[in-house]
């Protein structure tokens, strides 16, 4: 049952996937904009700028191109960027590792910290605790992510360096393989930014689903039978609040891995967000549309996940 489960949901995956594909190719491609004259220059004849568009292949029925760009990408080839014709997977490769480590690590760090304080603030709801929690949240969730950021910069880098002790590097990423210790101090910063805006939406999220899962008869029941609070808590009332606020973790990660560019930007890490950036304002398609791809798989298979989480939290989700 549960492999006729996983199998669904992967081929719902390549759909999405391939729907995405469809999507972005005729999106970019009918917009406004040509990739040979901005390639060209100001200064370029006609007939250099039609050279470069018979080069790129932008002369071929839209068809014909959209046929070709799927032969290659089903080879796993990603096109070549427009402008240095280096290899667009090896581009993204290159600027992947920052992207996901502050996704993943942030994603740890949000995840633990909003349900702990969401469990914390159901188990003592309407209490001078609750309301503080609540407060935090709203603050959490108004602050923008530059502001947080730089705010973290100031106190944390500027003001302890200023005071004789440099403990977090102002920016710049550190490879894991290189150095594991220096790679977690100079994403410390990151995570927490990322992290103090995500975890507000959990810390609700966790609140909200915990209140209505306490109100349950079952775990009513529980408590009469003398179960221990903890393990009323935990065991029976946590695991059925864990279904939304997975759903929501599967989904942040996936869009944030194109969605960071933010906090990329503000600690100077680099990353596939700062490279979409780039690619936007040079009009470099394949480098946009590999991006896009990757970041959809990306939440295909964090939703992949989520659904297979589901799966063994609930019985109910894979018999439907």
Excluded: C
Aim: without cysteine; glycine residues 10%.
């Amino acid at each position: 049952m549960l492999r006729r489960f996983l199998i669904r949901r992967v081929l719902l995956g390549l759909v999405v996937l391939w729907l995405v594909t469809l999507g972005t190719f005729f999106m970019f491609f009918v917009a406004p904009g040509d990739p040979a004259r901005t390639l060209a220059g100001r200064q370029a004849t006609p007939e250099q700028v039609e050279m470069i568009r018979r080069d790129l292949g932008l002369d071929q029925p839209i068809l014909v191109q959209y046929g070709e760009y799927m032969g290659r990408l089903v080879r796993g080839d990603l096109g070549k960027s427009y402008f240095n014709g280096e290899s667009v997977g090896t581009l993204v490769a290159g600027d992947l590792p920052p992207t996901m480590s502050l996704v993943l690590g942030g994603a740890v760090l949000w995840f633990v910290a909003g349900v702990s304080l969401g469990v914390l603030s159901a188990t003592r709801a309407r209490s001078p605790l609750d309301r503080l929690m609540t407060f935090l949240a709203l603050a959490g969730v108004s602050m923008p992510t530059f502001v947080i950021g730089l705010l973290l910069l100031y106190l944390l880098f500027f003001q302890l360096t200023k005071a004789g002790a440099p403990i977090f590097p102002p920016d710049s990423y550190v490879p894991f393989s290189e150095d594991p210790a220096e790679w977690a101090r100079h994403l410390i910063l990151p995570w927490v930014t990322l992290a103090t805006v995500q975890a507000a939406t959990y810390l609700r999220l966790t609140r909200g689903s915990m209140l209505d899962v306490l109100g349950e008869d079952y775990i009513r029941t529980a408590r009469a039978k003398g179960v221990p609070e903890r393990r009323v808590i935990v065991r029976h009332g946590l695991r059925s609040a864990l279904t939304p606020v997975v759903s929501q973790l599967g989904v942040d990660v996936g869009t944030l891995i194109g969605g960071v560019v933010v906090t990329e930007s503000v600690f100077g890490l680099g990353g596939v967000g700062q490279a979409v950036v780039q690619a936007f304002v040079s009009s470099d398609l394949p480098v946009i549309m590999g991006v896009v791809l990757i970041t959809a798989s990306a939440v295909v298979v964090a939703n992949l996940l989520v659904d297979l989480a589901y799966a063994l939290l609930d019985a109910r989700v894979r018999l439907g």
